[in-house]
């Protein structure tokens, strides 16, 4: 059953929220884990982050596929133009982002001769061949494509709350869990 077309239906919303969620914790493992010296522990959470990315890359994919399936609910129609451009690229761009993250990381321990075997079961093959320099760049890769999601993920929370608060529409709360509420509220 389809929702109401001024809401996401109910996958798109657990994709959403579950993205949220892994992409946090993942930007938050991979600050920790870098200033950590040599250890057991530190290699455990390299693991960790690795099984992760590969699980955002998966999971960004479906969401991909989904969002082409089943476009998102439109903009209020007082929304102004450039907002609806910013909106577009802007998820487009944290689309891109969800998927060219965990490839620089997976590139980059391919090129740094460090096997990646998810959840410490299935092997992921190597990209590229060992080559440490090119390992070096590749880190550096990702760690900008990181600052880039990061400051995206600001501005879509800022654009979310500027909507709820601001223009007092129903752009966030068309993302949000369906609860039931009061006559007269915004639902």
């Known amino acids: 059953m389809s929702p109401p077309n001024n809401r996401y239906t109910s996958t798109a919303k657990t994709l959403h929220w579950l993205m949220a969620v892994l992409l946090l914790g993942t930007l938050a493992m991979g600050f920790y884990m870098t200033d950590l010296p040599f250890s057991p522990e530190k290699l455990q959470l390299y693991s960790w982050h690795k099984w992760a990315g590969i699980t955002?890359?998966?999971?960004?994919?479906?969401?991909?596929?989904?969002?082409?399936?089943?476009?998102?609910?439109?903009?209020?129609?007082?929304?102004p133009r450039w907002q609806h451009w910013a909106s577009h690229t802007a998820h487009w761009a944290l689309y891109a982002l969800m998927l060219a993250i965990p490839l620089s990381g997976w590139l980059m321990s391919s090129a740094k001769g460090v096997p990646t075997v998810w959840f410490g079961v299935i092997p992921i093959p190597d990209l590229l061949s060992r080559d440490l320099a090119l390992g070096e760049t590749l880190q550096t890769v990702?760690?900008?494509?990181?600052?880039?999601?990061?400051?995206?993920?600001?501005?879509?929370?800022?654009?979310?709350?500027?909507?709820?608060?601001?223009?007092?529409?129903?752009?966030?709360?068309?993302?949000?869990?369906?609860?039931?509420?009061?006559?007269?509220?915004?639902?």
């Open 142 to 187: 990702h760690i900008t494509l990181n600052w880039l999601l990061i400051a995206l993920l600001i501005a879509h929370v800022g654009a979310a709350l500027k909507h709820h608060w601001l223009d007092r529409d129903t752009v966030l709360l068309r993302m949000l869990p369906q609860f039931k509420h009061r006559q007269g509220e915004l639902s």
């Open 56 to 79: 955002v890359f998966l999971l960004a994919l479906i969401r991909l596929a989904w969002r082409l399936r089943y476009p998102p609910p439109p903009l209020p129609a007082t929304t």
